[in-house]
């Protein structure tokens, strides 16, 4: 009976009815999930830690065609833990023009929103997240179009609409080129204010801050992350907002340079907290803690070249829980299961 009412419980947090302080002083603990069998094998570990599934098992693409499918496995482990299941529906990010062509047709929109609805109806999910990426800056409008005709439709039929957002603080394009890009293609079209009355939550992805396009440096440092939550504040409720926090980190080293040229190619390489590890181990690495942007961080020598890894360990995880808790957030979110430290399961309560 204890499980059910604490269920009871959640759902009533996340539809964004009123909880005690009590019930509320824990952030809510969303987890993505992808088909990597590192990543099952972690949900299956830690299920009663994961407040929210959100399984990476759809798409959707210019037509309106929702494509992918559910792990039963999974399907059988959540309901036994009593962790509801909202799946990410995506779109293809290496292209902005399916997307572009999707925003145009209303007709094709209206059979995307048709099959999510029979979708979630057939296998129990309690909603979807909208994980749109690569949408140009001038579409900003049309994509608070598409997510408040689609959040209007899902509640009609009981369900629920989240949507994942590339943070975008202070708004404008800003002075470097890399600024101006990121701006263009992947910040300027989340539209926060007008998705935050549509949606039921936003996942601000405050991670990848730094990348294989940049020089070295944290996935989401700690002034950055407050930048851009604080930004996020100004028009999101609090009880709407969930933090990102990364569970991976990168690994950046010189890569071999490029022909015919011989172009200069430095690199950097998506990294599992552990995999971070067993690098220093083996390299002689040792893991070191970043006061101002509060993450971890560590460098080793290869083959006469120094290489540097940014990654999430549990101290690096506790202060942005933490940060969380402090802004009173419904909670967080974190990309994604089967990469992260160990450790930082002991920071997190069971909701049993």
């Given amino acids: 009976m204890k499980k059910y009412l604490c269920l009871a419980a959640f759902l009533l947090g996340f539809a964004g009815l ?7 002083q824990n952030p809510k603990a969303l987890f993505y999930l992808t088909r990597d069998a590192r990543s099952v094998r972690s949900f299956m570990d830690h299920a009663s830690q994961v407040d929210i ?8 693409d210019a037509d ?21 299941v909202m ?4 779109n293809d990010a290496s292209s902005a023009a399916p997307f572009h062509a999707l925003l145009g047709d209303e007709s094709a929109q209206y059979k995307m929103i048709d099959q999510l609805i029979e979708i979630a109806k057939l296998n129990g999910y309690i909603g979807w997240q909208f994980d749109f990426e690569n949408v140009n800056w001038d579409d900003r409008d049309a994509l608070s179009r598409i997510v408040a005709r689609t959040a209007e439709r899902l509640h009609k039929a009981g369900l629920q609409l989240s949507i994942a957002t590339v943070p975008n603080a202070p708004g404008l ?47 989401g440092g700690w002034g950055w992350t407050n930048e851009n939550l604080d930004y996020a504040l100004k028009v999101v409720p609090p ?46 690495g040792q893991v070191q803690w970043d006061e101002g942007d509060k993450t971890a961080w560590l460098w080793f020598t ?12 549990k101290r690096t995880f506790e202060a942005r829980y933490n940060l969380a808790k402090q802004k009173g957030l419904q909670g967080f979110c974190s990309w994604d299961l089967g990469d992260e430290d160990p450790s930082i399961w002991s920071a997190l309560p069971s909701h049993k």
């Fill in 53 to 60: 599934l959100v399984p990476a098992w759809y798409s959707v």
């Fill in 302 to 313: 290869r083959d006469d070249e120094r290489e540097w890894i940014f990654f999430t360990d």
């Fill in 239 to 284: 009880q709407k907002l969930s933090l990102g926090i990364a569970i991976y980190g990168y690994h950046w080293f010189s890569g071999t340079p490029q022909k015919p040229e011989e172009k200069p190619n430095p690199t950097a390489e998506y990294i599992s907290g552990s995999d971070a590890l067993d690098l220093a181990k083996a390299y002689g």
């Fill in 173 to 219: 394009a800003g002075e470097t080129g890399y600024s101006k890009f990121m701006f263009s293609e992947w910040r300027g079209a989340y539209d926060l204010a007008a998705l935050a009355k549509s949606v039921d939550l936003i996942c601000l992805m405050t991670y990848d801050q730094h990348t294989r396009y940049t020089p070295p440096g944290p996935v």
């Fill in 64 to 84: 309106g065609l929702v494509a992918g499918g559910a792990n039963p496995m999974i399907l059988a482990k959540a309901k036994d833990a009593h962790t509801p």
């Fill in 87 to 90: 799946p990410i529906v995506a």
């Fill in 18 to 24: 009123g909880l005690s302080q009590a019930q509320a």
